[in-house]
């Protein structure tokens, strides 16, 4: 999930970049927000503030939609081979690419370390240049300079070491590094390209704006860039001199230059990385809605409650437990009855009815996020949820059999499995909170209960228990 929602950070943010920041000549903040846009995109989708954000009235109408289109359901047929697992062969086939990409990565690094090695250096304009022999056009690469000085005039000298100096002093290599190696990690998103360009071109304007303000002529240097665009490169991780597209380079030196008041603009920055955080954790508040739209379909169980004293006006009410926190007698009870009546008693019998609810005495409150299990406290949400070791729709898909009895009746349908994962990671309690069948919920109950150990769930970085709800789609073909 993460993963996915990286992604998706990245489509806004380039979408966000492109409609407010791209066309302005602020090119030293244009890098820093570019290079923002990384650390939102990696940072956002952990954050979790769903404690906050589900209170609000706006934010639980969002969440419940994602939660009946979005989430995902597991989906079971019968067959009679083995389940292939097409997201094990995707991820083999994604790291392969991306290890491919890494392999290239590395290898133009290495070209750049043994080219310094064996080029020769001089003093050109009173800077170190290492000596190119073979027609590469000039590049740097963190404080390497490389160029053919032979090739050039004097005023062609110039531009090109103001130039490349700009690059080395500010450190744009970093910048194509770390952007070169976000697209390896997420090459299949072509917006992470696209961002990286942007973030290349931009450190091109930044360095023509160096030139310009030295007082070399604009037209004479434009001329120079489409003199050297068809010159060889080395690697494409440097700083190239030549580096195209020249058109949005020669567009932009003779762009108007921006007002500083448009500087403001800069400030939307804030309110797009908050919008990024609420939404990425639509998808926790969703889980806790779901959970609770899951529980008020269960069967009310009503069951009996001793009392020493006399009750009060909110104890004399009818008692209401959802089947996943009853006592295993009663969920015995409540598989073969669909509902039991008892009654409440203080000195003599007295009738329940059926509109009537409880609210528990003082000391058995508890929040809305929690539920009181035994003597332990199980939280419905909590600030980092639990986590499958592994890929929790593959798993099920692999350890779940359709029923040969549902299967010869026809029964299909959505089976809804709410149970406790500890502190210890471990599963405890599964519980059926929506019925199709005997025979398929024993099957999810079955697989539910030998489930190996979760990533168990935090608060303030201690491990709590957490209650997770899996439906489970049980479908004839």
């Known amino acids: 999930m993460y993963f996915l929602k990286l992604n998706i950070a990245f489509i806004i943010l380039f979408a966000f970049y492109k409609l407010v920041f791209s066309n302005d000549t602020f090119f030293s903040w244009r890098r820093i927000s570019l290079l923002g846009l990384y650390v939102v995109a990696l940072l956002v989708p952990g954050l979790n503030c769903s404690y906050w954000l589900n209170k609000s ?45 890494l392999l290239r990565f590395l290898w133009q690094l290495f ?14 304009c009173g800077v170190k240049v290492y000596l190119l022999d073979q027609g590469e056009g000039p590049f740097s690469f963190f404080s390497w300079i490389f160029m053919d000085p032979k090739r050039h005039n004097q005023k062609e000298l110039d531009a090109i070491i103001t130039h490349e100096l700009l690059h080395c002093r500010q450190y744009h290599s970093l910048d194509i590094l770390i952007t070169e190696l976000f697209s390896i990690a997420f090459w299949i998103n072509p917006f992470v390209w696209l961002l990286k360009r942007e973030v290349r071109l931009n450190l091109e304007f930044l360095a023509d704006n160096s030139v310009l303000t030295s007082g070399l002529d604009s037209k004479e240097y434009q001329y120079h860039l489409l003199g050297l665009a068809y010159r060889k490169n080395v690697a494409t991780i440097s700083n190239n001199f030549n580096v195209l597209p020249l058109k949005k380079r020669i567009k932009m030196m003779n762009k108007k230059r921006t007002k500083g008041v448009a500087k403001a603009k800069y400030v939307l920055c804030i309110p797009m990385a908050v919008m990024l955080l609420v939404v990425s954790n639509v998808e926790i508040i969703a889980r806790e809605i779901a959970a609770a739209a899951n529980d008020r379909e269960v069967p009310i169980v009503r069951v009996e409650r001793q009392v020493t004293k006399p009750l009060t006006t909110l104890e004399e009410k009818s008692i209401k437990v959802v089947s996943n926190d009853m006592p295993s007698s009663i969920e015995k009870e409540t598989v073969e009855k669909e509902t039991v009546v008892p009654q409440v008693k203080e000195n003599e019998p007295s009738a329940v009815t059926d509109d009537e609810s409880f609210v528990e005495s003082p000391e058995d409150e508890l929040t809305d996020q929690t539920q009181k299990k035994g003597k332990q406290v199980v939280y419905t949400v909590s600030e980092e949820m639990p986590t499958f070791k592994g890929n929790l729709l593959s798993w099920l898909a692999e350890n779940i059999k359709y029923p040969v009895e549902a299967a010869s009746n026809g029964e299909q349908g959505t089976v809804i499995v709410k149970y406790i994962i500890t502190a210890n990671g471990e599963v405890k309690d599964p519980v059926i909170v929506r019925s199709i069948s005997p025979s398929l919920d024993k099957e999810a109950l079955r697989v539910v209960s030998v489930m190996p150990r979760w990533n168990p769930g935090k608060n303030k970085g201690k491990a709590v228990s957490v209650y997770y709800t899996i439906p489970v789609r049980f479908k004839l073909q």
Do not use: D
């Open 57 to 101: 009235v706006e934010m639980s109408s969002v969440a419940n939609e994602y939660a009946n289109v979005v989430l995902p359901v597991v989906t079971i047929t019968p067959n009679n081979g083995t389940v292939q697992n097409w997201e094990a062969i995707v991820t083999i086939a994604y790291c392969v690419v991306a290890s491919l990409l």
């Open 111 to 124: 070209s750049i370390f043994m080219l310094r090695h064996r080029c020769k250096t001089a003093e050109v």
